[in-house]
């Protein structure tokens, strides 16, 4: 079942062409739909849901999804699904992809977009392969999520109902076509405001209550207290980070040097392969944050308050070896001339929530290298591969 690689690699140009930033999805949506009915899937199996009028932030389109009818000696077996995200990180807008090669690089000082144009790229591939080669194979869905960069939130809001009930799922996103990624941490994304109190800093310092102060005595606790970075406590480990730090929308934090601050905002995220031990790194983080503000007093012995918010982003997985899911997963690999590498992934991925709704959810790479990165480019042999494998993935019996 040989796949086509250069239509694919000009498929691929094709949807790196398109500009579509997590958020702003339409025009992408609008292309792959133009492909998946140039390759012969009718129009009346290509929707949009309406899982972007759940999203919380705003969201141009919901996700597309596609039925493709089972075919064959296969006809009749239980549905599966291939996944993947339509979005790319801002820093993608204004790429110009080219070829070089074995890869395909970009001429602009952005990132490439490879994350997810090769995942959009592979999904097509496969369906035009099956159509063109008349392949038997059972019922699949394809699903192309948006606001994957930006918080997972296509799969998290997806319904489960219109994607058919598939017994298992692929997703395509980073990495080696190899890559036999079986579980994932878990996150919390956390906000914290400061308030503290205004005051002329050079007339009367001691009237104020500085915003500033109570976030660099926080970050000192949390610092010597262990639980920043690569965070390791007993037996459990886990990361965090401090995200941007601004005066709220985007606003500098203090207007001018010659006032106390009295307001600074706060973003950051907490992550462990643990489902306890992440919330246990936000935790800290409150606790320190709740302390500094009792510290920093003004000359009438009033304080700084926090309010601090902490919400799951996406929970942590770890499939057995020995799932149905797996086991395809593994075997599809081999077949296609991969040695399987089955592993887990220190990032988010659309997959937690597909397995978070009861769908068993495999992630393989495809081709994409220094993602996120103005250094970005894509190893065509992977993608190639990648694209090979799910042939290989939908057809065996």
């Known amino acids: 079942m040989p796949v086509d690689t250069k239509a ?3 498929r691929l140009l094709r949807f790196l062409a398109v500009e579509g930033v997590t958020g702003q999805e339409a025009a992408i949506g609008r292309e792959l739909t133009a492909a998946l009915k140039e390759s012969g899937v009718p129009a009346k199996a290509i929707w949009l849901d309406d899982a972007n009028t759940r999203i919380p932030v705003p969201t141009e389109t919901g996700n597309l999804i596609v039925d493709l009818p089972g075919r064959g000696a296969l006809h009749n077996q239980p549905r599966i699904m291939f996944m993947t995200h339509m979005d790319t ?14 890869k395909i690089v970009n001429d602009a000082k952005t990132a490439l977009g490879g994350d997810n144009r090769c995942g959009c790229g592979v999904l097509v591939t496969l369906a035009v392969e099956l159509e063109k080669q008349q392949l038997d194979h059972p019922p699949i869905t394809l699903l192309f999520c948006v606001r994957e960069e930006s918080g997972l939130y296509g799969a998290r809001h997806v319904k489960l109902d219109e994607l058919g009930s598939p017994v298992m799922a692929f997703n395509y996103d980073g990495g080696s076509a190899s890559n036999v990624v079986i579980g994932a941490v878990g996150a919390d994304r956390w906000t914290v405001e400061i308030f503290g109190r205004a005051s002329h800093a050079g007339v009367a310092p001691e009237r104020g209550i500085s915003s500033t102060m109570i976030l660099a005595l926080a970050l000192a606790d949390v610092k010597a207290g262990g639980w920043f970075g690569k965070v390791v406590k007993r037996k459990q480990q886990g990361t965090s980070n401090v995200g941007p730090v601004t005066g709220g929308e985007g606003r500098p934090a203090g207007d001018a040097t010659n006032v106390v601050t009295d307001y600074v905002h706060v973003r950051g995220e907490s992550r462990s392969h643990d489902g306890k031990f992440f919330k246990e790194i936000t935790k800290a983080y409150k606790a320190a944050f709740e302390k500094a503000a009792k510290k920093v007093t003004n000359a009438q012995g009033k304080s700084g308050k926090v309010k601090f918010k ?3 982003d996406y929970f942590p997985f770890r499939m057995k070896d020995n799932l149905p899911v797996v086991k395809r997963a593994v075997e599809a690999v081999s077949a296609v001339g991969g040695t399987p590498n089955v592993r887990t992934a220190n990032g988010g991925l659309d997959a937690n929530w597909m397995v978070r709704h009861g769908v068993p959810t495999v992630t393989f790479g495809a081709g994409q290298n220094e993602v996120h990165t103005i250094d970005e480019w894509i190893n065509l042999d992977e ?6 494998l799910a042939v290989q993935l939908a057809t065996m019996r």
């Open 310 to 312: 902490a919400e799951t």
């Open 8 to 10: 694919a690699t000009d």
């Open 89 to 102: 990180v801002p820093l993608c807008a204004g790429a110009k992809p080219k070829k070089s090669g074995r």
């Open 383 to 388: 993608y190639d591969r990648a694209c090979a």
